[in-house]
Structure formats: C-alpha cells, structure tokens
Nanobody, 124 residues
C-alpha cells in the first residue's frame, strides 16, 4: 500500500531554514496525477496547507508562505521535499506530507494518503 514518511530535524533555530523530506513507498511521485502536499498544524491551531508539487512538476504555495517556501522532488529517490526559509517560532508545528487528488485540502479524506507527521520546533 502507499505509505508516506516525513523526516528531518526536530529543532530549527530562528532565521534558519527548515528542511523536511517525504519518502514515498508503494507509488511513484511521477506517476498518475496527484498533488504531493505539505501541511502543518501549529499547537492549538487548525491544519494549514503549506504547498504542493503536482505529478507534472508544477508547484503551488500558500500565498501567506509563498515567499519563504520551496517544494521540490527527487524522482530517483521517490521523495519530495519542503524548505521553509527564515523561520520564526510561529513556524513551530506538526508537519505532514500527503498525497491528494485535490489541491489545498486540509482535512484527511478517505482517498488520500498522509504521513504520520513530524514535530518541528523553532527555538534558539
């Protein structure tokens, strides 16, 4: 079955770059038509869509984060990545990667596949 797994440092200092990787198994990030997405949930707040890379290679970003966000993929490793620059403590959240058929969805649907999430704390 399709599985997604987030990985990356759990602690990032303010002003630095947050880098996360999502490793996909059971499916190819270059096959069919999906949005390979990143989402996050800050403590005590709702889920926020961060951005996505479509199977075609097109990228889409949350307008509020667009200037600081970059999503890419490595088809040889069947991974896609998130970079968030100039982080602040407000970027502290549980970060999720997901495979979706619809852009910017923030609720987990039965047809979607999500990773288990990884906690990232921004602190000096």
């Amino acid at each position: 079955q399709v599985q997604l797994q987030e990985s990356g440092p759990g602690l990032v200092k303010p002003s630095q770059t947050l880098s996360l990787t999502c490793t996909v198994s059971g499916a190819s990030v270059t096959s069919l038509d999906y949005y390979w997405s990143w989402l996050r949930q800050p403590p005590g707040k709702g889920m926020e869509w961060v951005g996505a890379i479509r199977t075609s290679g097109s990228t889409y970003y949350n307008p509020d984060l667009k200037n600081r966000t970059s999503i890419a993929r490595d088809s040889t490793k069947n991974q896609f990545t998130l970079q968030l620059n100039s982080v602040t403590p407000e970027d502290t959240a549980e970060y999720y990667c997901a495979r979706e058929t619809v852009l910017a969805i923030t609720t987990k649907r039965a047809t979607a596949r999500w990773g288990q999430g990884t906690q990232v704390t921004v602190s000096s």
